[in-house]
């Protein structure tokens, strides 16, 4: 398993969300992710709240994410 496909902080393996979510709020060009805890932690906000951005976006039909 690559490092892209682990978390930069913590090492946990990655969902293809997660990588998503961090190429959508921090940098679509990125080459390192975050899990939803450490992106939480980076945003102040509590884990459900990037799990409602995931589903917003989702719902929006932004192509960086699976159905």
Known sequence: MS??????????ELTKD???VTKK????GAVSFLCV???AEH????????????AYFKSMGCTLFEK
């Not at 490092?3 to 946990?12: E, L, N, S």
């Not at 709020?25 to 679509?28: A, E, G, K």
């Not at 945003?43 to 995931?54: A, G, N, S």
């Open 3 to 12: 490092d892209a496909t682990r978390c930069r902080v913590c090492g946990r």
């Open 18 to 20: 997660e990588i998503a």
């Open 25 to 28: 709020l921090i940098c679509r």
């Open 37 to 39: 805890s450490c992106l």
């Open 43 to 54: 945003f102040q906000v509590e884990p459900e709240e990037i799990r409602e951005r995931i």
